[in-house]
């Protein structure tokens, strides 16, 4: 079962790699994501936040069905935006307001390989663009001003790690 990486880890911090090959690990990379995510109470989870640098994440809302998204693409977004204040599993104790477009639409393929697209607005359209910047490399608070995040940074203390 994948662990959670915490900044500063190194795999946070890069573009992840498409995912080249669908198929059973995949399938059970992403299964075993939503579980960790469920476990942490979590909305959304890139596959770079359990240590692996591939282009795959999962999303859980409430009272939605869960969402498996490989090699996903935002291919539009809209003029509308909104601030929302933002954490993450991976900086764990840390929250921030964001300003992100209030919708996008996005394609991806699923866990079974199948492409989609899909129209999101709201919590699901956040809670995409914050999954996909950690494709990128890119953590919530990279979209704060130099002064926010210093001071964010400065407080912010990585969990130890639980060794047995």
């Known amino acids: 079962m994948p662990e959670l990486t915490y900044y500063p880890d190194e795999v946070l911090l890069q573009k992840a790699d498409p995912v080249s090959e669908?198929?059973?690990?995949?399938?059970?990379?992403?299964?075993?994501?939503?579980?960790?995510?469920?476990?942490?109470?979590?909305l959304g989870l890139a596959a770079p936040q359990v240590g692996r640098g591939l282009?795959?994440?999962?999303?859980?809302?409430?009272?939605?069905?869960?969402?498996?998204?490989?090699?996903?693409?935002?291919?539009?977004?809209?003029?509308?935006?909104?601030?929302?204040?933002?954490?993450?599993?991976?900086?764990?104790?840390?929250?921030?307001?964001?300003?992100?477009?209030?919708?996008?639409?996005?394609?991806?393929?699923?866990a079974d390989g199948k492409l989609f697209t899909l129209s999101a607005e709201g919590m699901l359209a956040r809670v995409i663009q914050h999954?996909?910047?950690?494709?990128?490399?890119?953590?919530?608070?990279?979209?704060?001003?130099?002064r926010k995040r210093d001071r964010l940074q400065k407080k912010y203390r990585a969990p130890q790690s639980q060794e047995s």
């Open 22 to 42: 669908l198929g059973t690990e995949i399938q059970t990379l992403s299964q075993q994501m939503l579980e960790l995510l469920r476990d942490a109470q979590g």
């Open 55 to 110: 282009r795959l994440f999962v999303v859980d809302l409430p009272n939605d069905q869960p969402r498996t998204f490989i090699n996903p693409e935002i291919i539009e977004t809209s003029v509308e935006e909104s601030l929302l204040e933002e954490g993450c599993l991976s900086i764990p104790g840390t929250f921030a307001g964001v300003l992100r477009p209030a919708g996008v639409r996005v394609q991806a393929r699923n």
């Open 131 to 146: 999954e996909l910047d950690h494709l990128n490399g890119v953590l919530f608070w990279d979209h704060l001003s130099q």
